[in-house]
């Protein structure tokens, strides 16, 4: 089940990092090179974190297909179809990078359940696993990571993990039950906040 | 000794890097990121080298509880009498940081002497758990880094680090009472370079 | 022959990013932190991802060293000649990067190939180990990275390493001569990109 949360997340955010490559006018090695690190990103820095090396990334060819074939998909589709985003609605890009979020982050809480972490770990690696792709891809892009200032999207994974591991270590639920949840509650969490707009508060 | 000191550092970045989030007018959760990333980053790029997994920030829950609790006093602090900046002489900041910095920058030293690392590589080491945090800070939020360019700040760790790898391995001073006496000397530097506004040369 | 290789990337990419730091106007401080993260930041991150701890870099005295030689004779070279940029052709400096390039890129796909990763997955620890140095530099000094969208560069390291693979893995060759061709293979093409002036297309 780890493996396909994975490879699942791979390949969506690797289109999606792949579409935000073209839109910035990367040319086509820095487009691979943000869909590749955009997707797979986040649960490379787990691994490191977890300790377990070389990451899974690294170890199973799998993840790279995925990426390249999210880029070539995206690249023949952009030279076919003219840009992409005139012909894509923002919102289902957006609620797709929300699949993608929710895909990441319940693999990160699913792998760090089997390495005897405190439950605030579970949900900082879980964000991590979510977010970190993106803000890779941001900080690489050299610009401030959405994340962190613009609407409510790393609180998604966060609530969504926090969820997982009240669900698993206070009412037992079994693990795989949990995850289904509570990859669900980050996805309409995160979908309610695009088409509600929902912001966190600045103090300013 | 070690748990102590980085635990002291992780509670003094994460107020820094909590007020810092505010007055660049990040969201609630920014602000959060900004506390956890600044506080506990210089050691978890420390951790991740040594090649201790999972980093200590991330098997002991007291690391999130003291930047989750510095970024809750920081914002109640900041809703109650308004943008802290203007009620807080930016120079305590500046010195408080340093405290932070002395502190991170001995935890680094301290735990690398366990790994029979060379002198250069302690130095390193030490510097970057004092002033990781700070770059990770700065990254994302796409600026460069005020070590990089600013003052005499970082100078200060490798000199105090430098001078704890001397005392040991020179002079045979203890452990502890050479970690004690570089502490002081690099909260001294750095609140002497805020003193009297001390600068490295540039080339230019 | 990997350390060789390792140690000649380091001074190459050292002295490359001190010169870099001296035009950007960083202090003493900042100018040493870019050569040393720009020489050895792709060494560093391919040990963490193969699990190498502490990464070679920490453990051998001599990286540090070089990349300390490097800075210190960039600094004195630019206290003697006035601003170096102003005495060195642009075109020698990027050809000496294409030569770091090379050497760091081999060094990655060297040292991953005694860890029986597939072939994918050695061709990008060999980019990363190529271009992290730089990226790193240039993410410090919060700019995009120029390999993500400049000119034929990570290119030439990524076709260098898939040749490499290829010439092991299916026509049997030695592996240090393979390592030797796909090192002249990476320079020649990266010195072809800056004669020619060879870019990837853009789609937009």
Request: proline content about 3%; charged content about 15%; glycine content about 10%.
């Amino acid at each position: 089940m780890l493996a396909t949360l994975d490879l699942a997340a791979t390949f969506v955010l690797a289109t999606e990092c792949a579409l935000g490559g073209v839109q910035a006018d990367f040319d086509l090695f820095g487009i691979l090179v943000l869909a590749f690190v955009g997707s797979v990103g986040g649960g490379v820095i787990r691994d490191l974190l977890l300790g377990e090396h070389p990451p899974a990334a690294f170890r199973d060819w799998r993840y790279a297909a995925l990426a390249l074939a999210a880029t070539a998909t995206v690249i023949a589709a952009s030279l076919v179809l003219g840009r992409v985003s005139t012909f894509t609605p923002p919102l289902a890009v957006d609620v797709f990078e929300g699949m993608g979020l929710s895909l990441a982050a319940i693999a990160g809480a699913r792998k760090s359940l089997d390495y005897k972490l405190n439950g605030a770990s579970i949900v900082v690696i879980a964000t991590v696993n979510g977010c970190g792709g993106g803000i890779l891809r941001d900080v690489l892009s050299a610009r401030v990571p959405r994340v962190l200032h613009e609407d409510f999207y790393a609180t998604a994974a966060l609530a969504g993990a926090t969820l997982l591991v009240v669900l698993i270590q206070r009412f037992k639920v079994r693990k795989d039950g949990a995850a289904v949840i509570a990859g669900f509650a980050i996805f309409a969490l995160r979908t309610a906040a695009l088409l509600w707009a929902w912001r966190l508060p600045h103090l300013k």
